[in-house]
């Protein structure tokens, strides 16, 4: 059994920066695959980012390519989402998500949740 806990959300305004973080315990993070959803209001958790067990291999939904990125440090036991500028549009409760297959990251599974962070993006 894994719990994950993330931190980080906040309220910032478009065009910033957040670093949202999940660390883990009961077990390491090294053995699964680890990934970023989001869920805005009135809308259904979408996918957000995915990284392979070593961080090797990654996934990233179109609307946050070449914004938001995926790390991990494995010794630290913690998931990282780096999320630069920001629109409204990402408004939304982030949750970090644990894979027990390490190299799913295109048709990720969430086997652990955490409980959300709430990440709020101003105009």
């Known amino acids: 059994q894994v719990q994950l806990l993330e931190s980080g959300g906040a309220l910032v305004q478009a065009g910033g920066s957040l670093r949202l973080s999940c660390s883990a315990s009961g077990r390491a993070l090294s053995n699964y695959a680890m990934g970023w959803f989001r869920q805005a209001p009135g809308k259904e958790r979408e996918f957000v980012a995915a990284?392979?067990?070593?961080?090797?291999?990654?996934n990233y939904a179109d609307p946050v390519k070449g914004r938001f990125t995926i790390s991990r440090d494995n010794a630290e036991n913690t998931v990282y989402l780096q999320m630069n500028s920001l629109k409204p549009e990402d408004t939304a409760v982030y949750y970090c998500?644990?894979?027990?297959?390490?190299?799913?990251?295109?048709?990720?599974?969430?086997?652990?949740w955490g409980q959300g962070t709430q990440v709020t993006v101003s105009s």
């Open positions: 998500a644990a894979d027990r297959a390490p190299l799913r990251v295109r048709s990720f599974v969430g086997n652990y």
């Open positions: 990284i392979s067990f070593s961080g090797s291999i990654t």
